[in-house]
Structure formats: structure tokens, C-alpha cells
């Protein structure tokens, strides 16, 4: 059944990333009991059966079985595709292994290839970053995936630049250069791996590839022949002006950071517009998918509880002195969470915890949440939840859908790669409670038309480049 | 101690040159699935394509086989000399994990000029030092699989701790110019360590197999004399003895060309590997067919009934995991050891 209105309107693209690793991760809630759980055979678990209402549980984050359900109700949702993040170091906290967060990470493209066997047509993204890997090796475990799964391979290019802490688990090799020059082996990574999978005929005859590049200068034969896709899907993440321009340069998908108001939307369209015309490419060249966060209620009131109640688990009380001591720089473990914040200032040379950011100007940060504190009179929890930011999307699943669809049609977006909270069923409630109201909108597609990730991106063919 | 005493050990290569469909190699896994071998291998290199035939990443290709089988073992060969120990770890790490503890791995080297051209970052170096490195990859990973100790996830709400940090170990293994800080990004597989196998054949991958192997290849030709493969299998149990390993805790296999034109072929296979392991000369098999489909086909359907009819070879699988298939433990985690000795 294909929706007549369909055909009128722009219908957005959806992805999701897999809940992993990290500090937005709620692994506290109570594991799928009985009564949450449909039993085998039971109508829940039929194809079309009617969807099963589940309270959200945490599962792990690292088994295959959580995956296959995350892939399962993302394909059924008829989603573009599945994102996973990829491990380089565990945080780690004066000199000690962070432990109040969610942390492993199985290997994205050994988990994806075992992914393409059990699902029919969603995409299968893996992030890789262009610093710790090498074009040779990895061009060609992307391409083997894009074979695997007929198709559906995309790869998430990640500069980690200048990280010397990640640098510790690697050959030495890239790991002493500085951020311009990790974009510009980032570009050259990209540049190099499309040599490679344009190195064979598309009748199937491999020709020598040699790249002399000022990062890389490798010569031989490519042994993968070309891959369903030409090339796999280039998913270029980042917010800064640097990825902006990689996107603009290189990439079909660009996973953006979220997006604030429509406005802002479409004043990143207008900056990445001028980009890709810089290169001589269209908008349509390059979808624009900002990461987004949601949270769902029957009524919009109590989608606001919802809401808040996930921030607030996303922050636990240790969490949240943990949040402190990044931007105070100080040991602040004596502190009540559920008290006032410190008198004293932040120290502006204080540790900073590897494997994650710094705060930027922490005497700023510091003076803004004494003022949204003293403002609300929040304890030192409630400021780190009150300053951490709101879900993008809150509502009914009808508000969301309405929200989500406005920023498409304003053209503040192609679509959104969704993150959320929990695993394995974190998109459940969204495929469906949201998909069918986008569907009833024309705003998303009704079944996929294709059988690759280019084709469910209206993405053409790369042009042979022999 | 005396050598456990082991069932008859099969496994097969399902390398098909120039086959890029993931059904073909779902198909022959299953095959030999239904013969009940321990595990299927296949083979790669990052090396050119041989007389113009495309190859896939073999780990990949086996990670896209392991939900579509449910006992066999799966190891892929996976190359140690210009790819990142950190990352060969956790790649059969995860191997493991969608396997559900079916995975290992045939550790590998790249010593030819045209795999070094293709990374540009090192000269082809000799054998002895390239499995020198090989080791310390395999041990590096050994100890990265250790690195989370099995109960390391604790999801302590009341303390906020996701995992207990002290069952989180760097590991600071060191190669030639190279070291890994650890630990793994990825919890400890299902079956502790994966089973490590290396073609101990020639003499500088047999010192490394010695260190780090829980499974030995010995190769031979078509028409194999039992004295080279004794005798390599002699030395390198002594060499396990030297190093305080327990030879009854290695498997080895002697790697066989095969092809099977008829079922009297297949029987006079079945004839070879029973006389071989009545003999002690080696602990089981690993067949290299020369064609894939009908090598494989004749093998499951003609040889492996007869060994069965023998009771040489189980008609079931008795366990799960690859290394319950291979009867070796469950490798205790070092860590863990360390502090209940301590």
C-alpha cells in the first residue's frame, strides 16, 4: 500500500543509534520481568500482531541478543538504518576506570555482519574513526559488509583528533598529529578508501590502485570486488566547522547535532548549502540527519513527567558529583548531591577526566549553574539535571510526530537519527506509537521501496571512477 | 599428567575463491553442521587477489554465518602483522559474543612486499620476527579478554556503579614497537578466551604456536606419510613442555588437501583418519577441499557416517562452545585466580 499523499510531500528519513557506553545510557532501571516480557508464541510477537505495552527495562548493552531486538523494531519501523558507536578506551578517572556509566562496546562491524543475517533490509552503520584504523584494512571490511548484507553498509567517519589517552591501545602511527592535520588524514582516509572500492571494474576485473598522499602512500591490488552499494554509505558525525566541511566534501549523510529551533535547522541547511556548492554538489547530495532525543506520554503533561523522570535517572546522585568535580576541577566527593553547590570556585587547572572533553571555560559553566540554582533553589543534583538540556522531541506520540514532520517540511532537516535512553527496547514505544501517526502525516515511507541503504536514502549510485 | 582421552577432532576449510554471497558460505557451515564437525576455518590474507578472484574479510564473513548456525565452531583467519592487536582482540571478542562462544581465530602473518605496499607503513620483515610479533598479538589478546573479569558488570543503583573498576584491569602488553593499554572496550566472551589456532608447519609460527596455540594445524600433501607429521607433532609437545604447557591441552590437527570424486573416496578418508588416530599420530583433522560444494558434500555424507559407525566420532553435539567441542576448559580468568590466591 503505497499512501497517494506520499507522493506530494518530502518523507524525512529515520535512523537509530544503538544505546551503548556513555553517560545517557539508563542501565538502572529494573530488568524485563514476566510480566513485561511477551512469552513465546504469544500475539505480541506475531508478525502484525497487536504491540505489546512494556515498561522500559535495561537490558545489556552489549549482548547480541539486545542488538537483534534494537535492529528487529528499528526494521520493522521501517528504518534507513542501525548506528553503532565504536570503543577506542574506557573513560577512565584519576587514573582509575570510570564506573558510574554504562561502559562496553562490542566490535561495530563483526556485530553488524552478524546483524545482515538477521534482518532483511535496514542499513547497518559503523563508526570508525580515521586516526587508530588504515584505508587498506578498513575499506575492505566495509566493503565485505556491504556484500554480507547486500547492500546495507554505511560507515560513520569519525577524526579522533589529537587523542592521545585512545592513542595508548594502538601501533603508534597517527596518534602525534593535531586536529587540522587529523581532519586533513580524515579527508585523505575517505579520499583513499573510495580509490579502493572504485579499484575494481564494475564488470568485476580488480585494476592496481596507488594513492601518494601526504597521510598515506600505498600502491597494490584491492581483493573485494565492487560492493552492491559502489561504495558504502558515508556518514560524516560532528557539529564543528571542520566536520561540517567533511560532510559538505565527502559525505551522503551528515549526523548532525540536535537541532535547537527549526530556524537553526535551516540555518545549518544554508551553511552546508554553500559548502557542497563549493564542491560542486547539490543539497540533495547529502542528507542532513541531526541526532534527537524524545520521550512520549498519553497526554503532554504526562509526557513531561516522562521526560523528566529520564533526565533524572540519566543523572544519578554520584553522577551528578561526578558532573560537578569535571567542571569545579576538585576531589568534591565530601559534597551531598542532594545539597547546595560548593562555595568554593572551580579550579581552573585542575584534572580533567581522560577519554572525555574538557569543560571548555568551567569558571563560566560554574557561574551559569550557581545562577540557574540560586534562580530555582536546586540542589547540586537537580542543577546538573536542570542544565544537562531538555529531550528535542517531547509530547504525545501525535505532538511528536507533528514536531518531527515540521522540521522536515521547514527544511531544517532530512530527517533524524534517533538516540534512545535504553536498551533493548528504547525504540520500541516510537515504531509504535510514532511511525504509524508519520505514516497516517505522508511524512514517512509506508514500506521500503528499496533494498539498499542508498536506495532507502534516495541516494544514486556513486559514479564509477575507473 | 597424562593427555586426556579425546574424541576424533574434524573440522573443515569452507574457503571458496571468488564467492561473495553470504548463502554460499551459510550453506557449507551448515553442511558441516550437520556432520557435526568441531568448527569450519576460513582462510584470508591482505594480500592481493589471487588470479583475479575477490575475497571478503573472513572474520566478517563468519560473524554474518555464526545466527545462522547454532553449533559449529567458527574460525576465521585473522592477519597479525599490519592490523591493530587491540582491534584483532576485539573483533573475535565480538565473534564470540554473537556466536554465543563459537569463535576462534587462526592467527596469521603478512609477509609478502605487496601486503606491506598496501599499508606503506613497514618494510616485509622474515618470518622469525614476524611471528615473534604473532605472539605477542595472541598474548596481548589473551590478556585483553581477561581485562573485564567475568562479574565485572555489577549495576549497583544504590552506589551508582555501573561495573566494580577493581574487575577492570589494564593490561599493558607490549609487541615490537607497539603496546596496548587496555583494557578490552568490549566484557570478557562468553568463552573466556577464544580459541587460538596457528598453522605450526614451519618452524617460526610452530615456536609462536607452542607460546599461545590451543589448536595446531600440521600440514601436509596430498598423499600424507604419517612419519613428518609424528614427529612435527613430537616436537612441538616437547616444545609445550618446555614452556610448562600440558600437550593434553592442545589439539592437533593434521591439515589435509582433500578431494573426493566418489563415495570410495570418502570411505578411504574415513579409513585414513581412523588408522592416523588409532595411531596417536594427531589428535584430529582439518580437510581442505579442492571443491568446496561437492569435497564438502561427500565428506559429511561419506566419510564422517563411516568414523561414526566406527565410534570414532560423536553422532551429537555434547556442548555448546567450541572449546566444550574441543574438550578444553573454560580458561579461568587471571585476574580472578590472582585474587582468590592472594
Known amino acids: 500500500m503505497t499512501d497517494p499523499r506520499a507522493r506530494q510531500r518530502k518523507q524525512m528519513h529515520l535512523a537509530v543509534h544503538a544505546p551503548g557506553a556513555g553517560n545517557t545510557t539508563v542501565w538502572a532501571l529494573p530488568p524485563a520481568g514476566p510480566a513485561t516480557t511477551p512469552a513465546k508464541g504469544s500475539p505480541e510477537l506475531r508478525p502484525g500482531g497487536p504491540p505489546a505495552r512494556r515498561s522500559p527495562c535495561s537490558g545489556s548493552h552489549t549482548d547480541f541478543s539486545s542488538f537483534r531486538h534494537l535492529a528487529a523494531t528499528a526494521e520493522r519501523g521501517l528504518f534507513d538504518f542501525l548506528l553503532l558507536a565504536e570503543g577506542l578506551r574506557l573513560p577512565e578517572h584519576k587514573g582509575r576506570i570510570h564506573d558510574l556509566d554504562a561502559v562496553g562496546r562490542p566490535e561495530p562491524i563483526t556485530l553488524l555482519s552478524a546483524l545482515a543475517g538477521v534482518t532483511d533490509r535496514i542499513g547497518l552503520a559503523a563508526t570508525a574513526d580515521t586516526t587508530f584504523h588504515e584505508p587498506y584494512e578498513l575499506a575492505r571490511r566495509l566493503a565485505s559488509l556491504d556484500h554480507l548484507s547486500d547492500g ?48 575494481w571494474t564494475p564488470g568485476g576485473v580488480p585494476r592496481p590502485f596507488a594513492h601518494h598522499g601526504r597521510h598515506f602512500s600505498v600502491s597494490g591490488t584491492f581483493d573485494v570486488a565492487r ?22 566534501s565527502a559525505a551522503d549523510v551528515f549526523f548532525a547535532g540536535p537541532p535547537g529551533t527549526p530556524e537553526a535547522g535551516q540555518a545549518l541547511r544554508a551553511d552546508v548549502g554553500r559548502r557542497l556548492a563549493a564542491y560542486g554538489r547539490r543539497p540533495e547530495d547529502l542528507k542532513i540527519m541531526p541526532g534527537v532525543t524524545f520521550a512520549l506520554g498519553d497526554t503532554d503533561a504526562e509526557a513531561q513527567e516522562n521526560a523528566a523522570e529520564i533526565r533524572k535517572q540519566q543523572v544519578s546522585p554520584q553522577g551528578a558529583l561526578f558532573a560537578l568535580e569535571r567542571v569545579w576541577g576538585r576531589d568534591l566527593s565530601g559534597y551531598d548531591p542532594d545539597g547546595p553547590l560548593p562555595g568554593i570556585d572551580p579550579d581552573p587547572a585542575g584534572e580533567a577526566a581522560p577519554g572525555r572533553a574538557p569543560v571548555a571555560d568551567p569558571l563560566a559553566v560554574a557561574a551559569r549553574w550557581r545562577a540557574v540554582a540560586e534562580a530555582k533553589g536546586l540542589s547540586i543534583r537537580q542543577t546538573v539535571i536542570e542544565t544537562a538540556g531538555r529531550q528535542t522531541f517531547i509530547g504525545t506520540p501525535s505532538s511528536v510526530a507533528a514536531q518531527m514532520d515540521g522540521f522536515v517540511t521547514a527544511g531544517a532537516a532530512d530527517g533524524f537519527v ?22 497516517e502525516r505522508g511524512a514517512f515511507r509506508t514500506e521500503y521501496a528499496g533494498a539498499t541503504l542508498r536506495e ?4 544514486p549510485l556513486p559514479v564509477w571512477k575507473g | 599428567m ?7 577432532h574434524l573440522a573443515v576449510s569452507i574457503d571458496r575463491p571468488g564467492v561473495r554471497d553470504a548463502e554460499s558460505y551459510v550453506r557449507a557451515a551448515r553442511l558441516a553442521e550437520r556432520g557435526r564437525l568441531d568448527f569450519v576455518t576460513l582462510g584470508d590474507t591482505l594480500g592481493p587477489p589471487r588470479r583475479g578472484a575477490s575475497r571478503l574479510d573472513a572474520l566478517a564473513v563468519l560473524a554474518r554465518v555464526a545466527p545462522a548456525t547454532d553449533r559449529i565452531g567458527l574460525v576465521p583467519t585473522v592477519t597479525t602483522t599490519h592490523t591493530e592487536p587491540f582491534r584483532v582482540a576485539d573483533a573475535v571478542s565480538t565473534l564470540d559474543r554473537v556466536s554465543n562462544g563459537r569463535a576462534g581465530w587462526t592467527a596469521e602473518v603478512s609477509a609478502t612486499e605487496a601486503e606491506a605496499r598496501h599499508f606503506g607503513r613497514r618494510a616485509p620483515a622474515p618470518a622469525d620476527a614476524l611471528w615473534h610479533e604473532a605472539a605477542a598479538v595472541a598474548g596481548a589478546a589473551a590478556r585483553l579478554w581477561d581485562s573485564w573479569e567475568d562479574d565485572a558488570e555489577i549495576r549497583d543503583a544504590a552506589t551508582g556503579r555501573f561495573i566494580d573498576r577493581d574487575k577492570l584491569h589494564h593490561v599493558d602488553a607490549e609487541g615490537p614497537g607497539w603496546s596496548v593499554r587496555g583494557p578490552s572496550a568490549v566484557p570478557r566472551p562468553p568463552q573466556g578466551r577464544p580459541v587460538t589456532a596457528v598453522d605450526g608447519t614451519h618452524l617460526p609460527a610452530r615456536a609462536a604456536a607452542a607460546r599461545h596455540a590451543d589448536v595446531v594445524y600440521l600440514r601436509t600433501g596430498p598423499t600424507p606419510a604419517p612419519g613428518a607429521v609424528r614427529a ?4 612441538l609437545h616437547a616444545r609445550l613442555r618446555a614452556l610448562g604447557r600440558d600437550p593434553g591441552r592442545v589439539v592437533v590437527l593434521a591439515s589435509l588437501p582433500v578431494a573426493l570424486y566418489a563415495a570410495a573416496d570418502a570411505v578411504a578418508l574415513a579409513d585414513l583418519a581412523g588408522s592416523w588416530w588409532a595411531d596417536g599420530v594427531v589428535d584430529g583433522f582439518h580437510f581442505r577441499p579442492r571443491d568446496p560444494d561437492r569435497d564438502l558434500a561427500l565428506l559429511v555424507d561419506g566419510t564422517v557416517p563411516v568414523l561414526q559407525h566406527r565410534g570414532l566420532l560423536r553422532s551429537f553435539y555434547p556442548g555448546g562452545t567450541l572449546r566444550e567441542h574441543l574438550c578444553l576448559p573454560r580458561p579461568a580468568n587471571r585476574h580472578t585466580t590472582a585474587r582468590r590466591t592472594a
Open chain 1, 152 to 199: 546495507r553498509a554505511a560507515w560513520n567517519v569519525v577524526a579522533s583528533s589529537s587523542d592521545a589517552f585512545a592513542a595508548e591501545n594502538f601501533r603508534p602511527g597517527a596518534a602525534h598529529l593535531d586536529r587540522p592535520e587529523c581532519f586533513a588524514r580524515a579527508a585523505e582516509f575517505v579520499v583513499t578508501a573510495r580509490e579502493l572500492w572504485d579499484s
Open chain 1, 456 to 459: 532507502h536514502l534516495g541516494l
Open chain 1, 418 to 439: 534517533l538516540l534512545p535512553h535504553h536498551t533493548p527496547g528504547g525504540l520500541d514505544d516510537f515504531v509504535d506509537r510514532v511511525v504509524p501517526l508519520l505514516q
Open chain 2, 232 to 235: 612435527a607433532r613430537a616436537d
Open chain 1, 227 to 248: 560492493s552492491p552499494q559502489g561504495h558504502p554509505v558515508v556518514i560524516q558525525a560532528g557539529d564543528s566547522e571542520e566536520e561540517r566541511e567533511s560532510a559538505a
Open chain 2, 2 to 8: 597424562s593427555a586426556p582421552i579425546r574424541p576424533l
